[in-house]
């Protein structure tokens, strides 16, 4: 599961830090591989920029289940702050501790220019921070003078997110798993996991291709609920579209039908890969995105305002899973 950490209209940012720490342990015990936290900064609605933080707190507060970053927005970052963040909570929590990175800035300019100051990023950054990354989390070498304290020989399993071409094939040369944001840019998923597979390169981290998609999940008893419960979601995805970012709505009825024509085809192409329905529709739907992309993990994003009609969500998708 990949949670934004939503900050519900009415609630506060302690409630919604409530309401991930409850879905993360819902998830562990449905048998969820994985928990990941996004970066985003500077947004309403979203309490998840402070990502290597709420990563401790989700895995303080759980016992098997692995956390970690969806993605930790590098360009943000300097790589050895990243190395020993996540290299102190390996160590705090041993085998549990994954580490997605991603390049994009993960907020607007202005707040991207507060993050990085002076800092002017080219294509070439990211590459090396991600080598760097790997240097530093790696067990410390005779004579390497940078070392990372915590994280030198923790080996954080490091993930490359992407939306485009750009990560895919880094991924596929550097042979580190790869993980694709169709939960909000499902364009290019099928040309991004076919370039990945096709130029993958075994590593000592990775023997073989190992592909994530995101997958906006809306499961409730009937089609119906289900799509009276995604309205939350598409107000957001209008709000994204409009500019107009708003903490998560209430259900609305029939409100896919209120905004203009475009904006209805700019809201369904965003949530192409989603699945949305009653038991019988979200299994069909999650074995239709299996057979297509064959992909090895799906990292479901499910944002539904009721916190306990979301553990219902993730209690269908996994008994749809399981059949």
């Known amino acids: 599961m990949l949670d934004l950490v939503a900050v519900r209209e009415g609630g506060t940012v302690a409630d919604a830090l409530a309401i991930a720490l409850r879905t993360a342990r819902h998830a562990e015990s449905l ?90 990023e080219t294509e070439d950054d990211f590459p090396r921070d991600v080598a760097e990354l790997q240097r530093l989390l790696a067990p410390a070498q005779p004579g390497q003078r940078l070392v990372a304290m915590p994280g030198a020989g923790t080996n954080v399993p490091i993930w490359l997110l992407g939306s485009s071409l750009f990560s895919a094939r880094l991924a596929a040369e550097r042979g ?37 998609i995101g997958v906006p999940l809306i499961a409730a008893a009937t089609d119906d609920e289900a799509e009276f419960l995604a309205s939350s979601i598409y107000q957001r995805v209008l709000g994204i579209l409009t500019g107009e970012r708003m903490r998560l709505q209430p259900p609305v009825e029939q409100f896919a039908v209120r905004p203009h024509p475009r904006e209805r085809a700019a809201i369904e192409e965003f949530l192409a890969a989603a699945v949305i329905g009653g038991p019988d529709k979200v299994r069909v739907g999650l074995d239709a995105l299996a057979q297509a992309t064959d992909a090895d993990e799906f990292m479901l994003v499910c944002d539904i305002f009721d916190p306990v009609l979301r553990l219902r969500s993730l209690d269908i998708a996994a008994a749809a899973i399981a059949s």
């Not at 939960?183 to 096709?198: G, K, V």
């Open 31 to 120: 048998g969820f591989t994985r928990y990941w936290l996004a970066e985003h900064h500077n947004m309403a609605g979203i309490a998840s920029s402070a990502t290597a933080v709420l990563v401790g707190y989700i895995a303080g507060g759980t016992r098997r289940i692995r956390v970690g970053s969806g993605g930790i927005m590098l360009p943000n970052h300097a790589p050895l702050v990243v190395a020993e963040a996540f290299g102190t909570l390996a160590e705090l929590y041993p085998g549990r501790i994954d580490l997605g990175l991603g390049r994009a800035p993960g907020t607007d300019a202005a707040t991207m220019r507060a993050l990085r100051r002076d800092r002017v």
């Open 176 to 212: 580190l798993p790869y993980a694709f944001a169709s939960h909000f840019a499902p364009r290019l998923l099928h040309q991004a996991i076919d370039l990945y597979r096709n130029q993958f390169r075994p590593s000592s981290a990775l023997a073989r291709p190992h592909v994530v």
